[in-house]
């Protein structure tokens, strides 16, 4: 087994409680959806799956033809809970909006860990210079869950920056969705939007980038900052790929899972859902026939169930062919399962 173990990504409970509170005067649907992607209750929680986030933004996705949801609501987010709350503070705090913004990139995987932060300078096409804010959750088809993200850094922006915060313009990395308007998300965004760059991206110019924050505080920035430190270094990782994805694989079972869907499910493309259960030792096909030796275990010890009903459950053309699967699985026969 490698000495490389994947950790699979988490939210700050605070955070998509936040989104969660922005969305219910838009979205009716929104408590409901929550309850179907295990997002009820979230305030007696401290981290969420970054699964469950990701399939509510594709549920949300199929109700807003329009797709400016995302948008709407990272503008319309207020940072007071959780690690969101500190990490507006430890940005707020420091000199200049350059400053706030890497700050809050250096720490952003405590409010989203498999969200990429890069704060960097360039020179524009008329050789001005400009400050690129990128990111990248490993996914370029979660169209709305990226302009939500985006949404929120423009908000920040609006809070902490003094004078006139907006960007140049808002970069997307792909075309316009089909529904999707451009004219429509300028005006939430207050800024023009170019499709099709190749990156997710907040651009700024100069005069933006060096503009003074509006609670410079140095004793409290490293107050904060010590904290933020500490958050970041026990931050959750203990749940793999591998455990994802056999909660999930027996939460589908006795439907089709493949390794198309199960990347879908998990918020990662296909291949770096491979490389990283090949990482942990694993492989789709080993993880898959554990969570039906689970299932199958289950079936026949609790429930009770006839051992042909279980083959049949499962997929299995006939019990031989089960019974051989699950004795390369258990190393038992299954019938001991049901005595």
Known sequence: MSDTTSHFATHDAGYVAGMLRAMRPLLPQTDALAEECGLSRIEEKTRVPAIAVYKFWHDVQRLDPTLTL????GTSMQFDKGAVAMLRYVAASTGTATDGWRGLARYYALLASEMQVEVSERSASDDSEELVIAMTNGRADFFMALTFTLGTWIKAAREFVVGDARPQYVALATKLPKGCRRDQLEEIYGTQVHDDTGEWALVFDKKTAKAPLKDQDPVLHQVLKQAADRALAELPRDETVRTAALRHIQTELPGEVTVQTLADALAIP????????KDEGTSFREVFDEARAKVAVG????????VT???FLLGFGDVGAFSKAFRRWTGKP??????
């Open 70 to 73: 995302g948008a709407k609501v």
């Open 270 to 277: 296909p291949r770096t859902l491979q490389r990283r259960l």
């Open 299 to 306: 079936c026949l010890r609790e429930g009770g169930m006839p």
């Open 309 to 311: 009903e279980v083959a």
């Open 334 to 339: 299954p019938s001991e399962m049901r005595r």
